[in-house]
């Protein structure tokens, strides 16, 4: 079974960044695509940024891509999403998610998620 503790979250200022981690364990993780989600009050739980095994391939949603960037260490079992140029519609609670597809856009499509960090950018 995979286990997955994110951190990172924070208060920030618009225009800082933050870089949130996720922790995993679990015997199939170096097999898995790990993306990140994020849901505000009121709102859908949305897709962020996904990254193959190897680190190598990276989706974003457009909302943040060139602002964000997602990464893996898979000797460390662990996934980044580096965050810059924070506005406030960026303020959510943020999911670190794991699925054994190739690839998955949707919170359905994975199999595994964190409990979730609080991330707050003030205008």
């Known amino acids: 079974q995979v286990q997955l503790v994110e951190s990172g979250g924070g208060l920030v200022q618009a225009g800082g960044s933050l870089r949130l981690s996720c922790a995993a364990s679990?015997?199939?993780?170096?097999?898995?695509?790990m993306g990140w989600f994020r849901q505000a009050p009121g709102k859908e739980r949305e897709f962020v940024a996904a990254v193959s095994w190897s680190g190598g391939r990276t989706y974003y949603a457009g909302s943040v891509k060139g602002r964000f960037t997602i990464s893996r260490d898979n000797a460390q079992k662990t996934v980044y999403l580096q965050m810059n140029s924070l506005k406030p519609e960026d303020t959510a609670v943020y999911y670190c998610a794991a699925t054994q597809r190739v690839l998955g856009y949707g919170p359905n499509e994975y199999d595994f998620w964190g409990q979730g960090t609080q991330v707050t950018v003030s205008s």
């Open positions: 679990g015997r199939i993780f170096s097999s898995q695509t």
